[in-house]
Each structure stands twice: as structure tokens, then as C-alpha cells.
């Protein structure tokens, strides 16, 4: 009997597995039953503020745990590669990091690569904590700088140019959170394409999520894709971590809660994938199984090439990570 499922794991496992493109390890597994009654029904910037109570108590060893856990259930589910994004701020200070940096050499000696972004949930502009990310940059500790313009509300834009700014002086590829909330008053995507190219950094900038597209108008979307495509931004979905978008009155396309893949893949843009959070406060039941995020995005998109979704479960997570050099954008 034909299997498409069958088919298309079959082939994302003959190219080596999945590219987990996108997690946060340090915070895998950090749901409790007490925590998760409390915060079931608080705002995502609510659980941003919730985060700190576990990043004060944990020490090197409690990251060291999670971070493992992470790897070995990733590894186990096929993933071969995975970036994940640890907390550097002034609430962590660097326990996530040096966690991460024992992780990854224990994650290479058992076969499975590990890159390291930084998270700025407390933004990067604050002198305190942008003293900590250019000493965690000077130690080597990054494989990626990486951003969340909300985090700085205000001065997303100088929160850009400082991370992209740190990218070219350190060559590094930069992973940026934008246009989360599925919401077409967000306009973050274009923002980052526009200062990606203002910093010379065409063809290392990676966007995450950019769900908020999928919001506006059919125009604004082609212009955005156009744009993405001379500032060789490449893109990431995390197709469960928004797909619980809630319900509004507010009007626009009608839409899934999903980055539009579908069309940015029609104009030659570098799509790879991510499970963003497993098992913490933010997406309890998430247990960051890739052919769980692989089969949403087929279903929410209609996206049944397989050869563009094996592309997306392996080397475009490879690119994208840096796990090989890429091609400013193009599509590969
Ligand atoms: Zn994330």
C-alpha cells in the first residue's frame, strides 16, 4: 500500500535526517504540573517575565540536563543538526551558555551537531545586557547572534542594527524573531530586509517565523518576498509553535496561522524548519518531533511536493544553520 508518510520520511532520513532549524533546548522540559495550571492562559509577553523565576533558580548542571534531553530525544526522533537559541541576559547571565558549550561537545562526540544563537529576551540595546552579548561573542561561545526586536519595543529598528551590526564585525549569521503574532500591523519582515541590506548582510540573515506576512495584502506580500529575495534572507517556520493563533474580530486574508512557505518558495526563497519550544511554559505538549512540524505545514499550506519538503526538513536547515556555506538566497 502507498504511504506518502512513509515516502517522505523515507527520504528526509536517506538525506541524513532532519535540521531542526530553530528550538530553544535551555527551556525543554521545564513544564511542570504546577507551572502549567498558572500560565495556561498568560499572554506570550506575560510568560517572556514567568521565564525569569526558572532562569534564577537553574544552574550550569539544570541547563546541562535539559539541554541533553533535548538532544538525545531529538536524536532519537531522526535529527541529525539542530540550532538552538540559549538565553544570554542578565537573568541567566551565561549558565544556559557554558551549559550549551559542554552539551555540544558531549552532542558531537555522539554524532549529532549542535549550534549555539543567542536568545535577547531582554533585548540588546540595555548596556548591561549588551555588554554580556559582546563578551559571550569575544569568548566564541555563538555560532549566531540572535534577535527579537520586541524585546527593545520602541527601537526594533536599533535593535536590528545593533545585532546586524554585531554579525558583520564578528562574521556571524544572524537568526532575528519577527512578525510572530499573525497580526498585519506588524511589518517586522520587511523591516529586516530592508536593514539586512543597509549592513551589507545579504545572504546571512535568517528570519524566524515572519507568520505576520501571511496577514496583509497579496501586494504587500509579493513586495516583501521581492525584497527578502535581494536581501537573500532566508526564512524558518515553526509550524505548531503559532498555529494556535487566537481568534480576532480583526480583518485581513483569510489565512492559516503559518508562514506563508508556500509562495515563498514560488519566489525562489530558502525555506528551512524548526519545533521552537518543547515541553516548557510556552508549548507544553510540544515534544519537538520534526515529522509532527513537517506534516503541519504540509497540511495548513496544502504543500505536497515532496522534494521541496525534504529540501526544507535537511539542507535548507543545513544552510540556513550554517552548516554549509550558502548561496546569498538562492534556491538550491
Ligand atoms: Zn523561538
Known amino acids: 500500500m502507498f504511504n506518502p508518510n512513509d515516502l517522505l520520511k523515507n527520504k528526509i532520513m536517506e538525506k541524513g535526517g532532519f535540521i531542526n532549524a530553530h528550538a530553544h533546548f535551555d527551556r525543554a522540559f521545564t513544564v511542570t504540573e504546577e507551572n502549567m495550571e498558572k500560565v495556561v492562559n498568560y499572554h506570550l509577553f506575560d510568560k517572556w517575565k514567568f521565564v525569569d523565576k526558572f532562569k534564577r533558580k537553574a544552574d550550569v548542571s539544570k541547563y546541562a540536563d535539559n539541554i541533553l534531553a533535548a538532544i538525545r530525544t531529538q536524536a532519537d526522533q531522526g535529527v541529525q543538526a539542530a540550532m538552538t537559541f540559549i538565553d544570554v541576559d542578565t537573568v541567566s547571565g551565561f549558565k544556559a551558555l557554558e551549559a550549551a558549550q559542554v552539551c555540544k561537545k558531549l552532542a558531537a562526540d555522539e554524532g549529532f551537531t549542535l549550534k549555539i ?15 554580556l552579548l559582546r563578551k559571550a561573542l569575544e569568548m566564541n561561545y555563538l555560532d549566531a547572534i540572535g534577535g527579537l ?17 554585531l554579525g558583520s564585525e564578528y562574521n556571524k549569521r544572524v537568526h532575528v524573531h519577527v512578525d510572530q503574532l499573525n497580526d498585519n500591523n506588524e511589518k517586522e519582515t520587511e ?3 530592508r536593514r539586512t541590506m543597509r549592513w551589507g548582510m545579504e545572504g546571512k540573515v535568517t528570519a524566524v517565523h515572519s507568520i505576520s506576512v501571511a496577514a496583509h495584502s497579496k501586494e504587500y506580500r509579493e513586495e516583501v518576498y521581492r525584497m527578502s529575495r535581494d536581501a537573500g534572507l532566508s526564512f524558518i517556520t515553526c509550524p505548531t509553535a503559532w498555529i494556535d493563533s487566537r481568534r480576532t474580530e480583526w480583518l485581513t486574508p483569510t489565512h492559516n496561522s503559518i508562514t506563508p512557505v508556500e ?28 515529522y509532527t512540524e513537517i506534516k503541519f505545514l504540509l497540511e495548513a499550506l496544502h504543500l505536497y511536493d515532496i522534494d ?11 544552510l540556513v544553520i550554517g552548516m554549509e556555506e550558502d548561496n546569498g538566497g538562492a534556491k538550491i
Open 263 to 290: 509562495e515563498m518558495l514560488e519566489h525562489d526563497l530558502v525555506v528551512a524548519i524548526g519545533s521552537d519550544n518543547i515541553q516548557d511554559v510556552y508549548k507544553p505538549f510540544s515534544d519537538g518531533n520534526m
Open 308 to 318: 521541496a519538503l525534504v529540501k526544507i526538513a535537511t539542507k535548507n536547515g543545513r
Open 117 to 131: 544563537c543567542s536568545q535577547a529576551l531582554k533585548g540588546v540595546l540595555n548596556p548591561e545586557e549588551n555588554k
Open 191 to 193: 523591516l529586516l530586509a
Open 149 to 165: 526586536p520586541r524585546a527593545d519595543h520602541g527601537y526594533e529598528q536599533a535593535h536590528l542594527d545593533e545585532i546586524l551590526f
